[in-house]
């Protein structure tokens, strides 16, 4: 294998990424990381590896992922952090992670994409949603240079020092909770058992039963499920009942 990007994304955005980027690059395998065995060695000449931020820093699936995977030789690894303000230590766990298998991160980016944290806000404009895309784009040929010529370079650090400083303890108090948080999504009467987001759920959290979802405390907390819904029948407590649903409408 040339090249393979691994993503991990809820309603697109890190998805988006990782295909653009995989554009950009010849023999690019696109890898949605929570599908990949981990016991599979993995033999590439560059290995890259996108995801959203998560409360300053990077979801459990990321943590688990770069704690598992078996890498063959000392390929070239990149990441990049999909965020909707600040990125916080992100891209430093990501970094402390591969030392501990005595690998390092070569290059890291942070890309702004469109805004979609629902529990606490609406979604982005679309004139904002469009803004986004368009950086977007025009970070990527910078990014793609970077990764095609293999260049070791400082990865990007959020501008605040007190995400630097604190985001790695803010993420770990609040990820760790993530897997049972599931039990306050609830289900409205514009259910219509079509199983989306049964099908959606990258970590098969979510079972079909009785026609309804159940969630199986396992939860990523990536809110695909509530986001993806054609209906909009899925809620997380009375937090999200008034609010504009989002999805990429790129991929």
């Known amino acids: 294998m040339e090249n393979v990007i691994f993503y991990f994304s809820g309603t697109g955005n890190s998805l988006q990424v990782a295909t653009d980027i995989a554009e950009k690059l010849e023999e690019c395998e696109v890898v949605n990381l929570a599908k990949f065995p981990v016991e599979t060695e993995i033999n590439a000449k560059r290995i890259g590896i996108v995801f959203p931020v998560y409360f300053w820093g990077i979801p459990n699936i990321i943590r688990r992922f770069l704690s598992e995977i078996k890498l063959a030789g000392t390929p070239y690894i990149f990441a990049v952090a999909t965020c909707g303000n600040v990125a916080g230590s992100s891209l430093i766990q990501v970094n402390d992670l591969l030392k501990i298998k005595n690998q390092k991160l070569y290059s890291g980016f942070i890309i702004k994409m469109p805004e979609n944290y629902i529990i606490y806000y609406d979604a982005d404009s679309k004139e904002k949603q469009q803004k986004r895309f368009h950086d977007e784009k025009e970070k990527l040929s910078h990014i793609s240079q970077i990764v095609i010529s293999k260049k070791e370079i400082p990865f ?78 899925i809620d997380y407590g009375d937090k999200t009942q008034k609010r504009t649903r989002y999805i990429n409408p790129n991929v």
């Open 156 to 233: 990007e650090k959020s501008k605040y020092v007190i995400d630097t400083l604190f985001g790695k303890i803010v993420n770990h108090a609040v990820v760790r909770k993530f897997p049972s948080k599931d039990i306050h999504f609830t289900i409205n009467d514009k259910c219509t058992s079509c199983g989306k987001c049964e099908k959606v759920c990258s970590v098969s959290n979510i079972t079909i039963k009785n026609n309804k979802p159940t969630w199986n405390h396992h939860c990523e907390f990536c809110l695909g499920c509530l986001q993806n819904c054609p209906v909009n029948a």
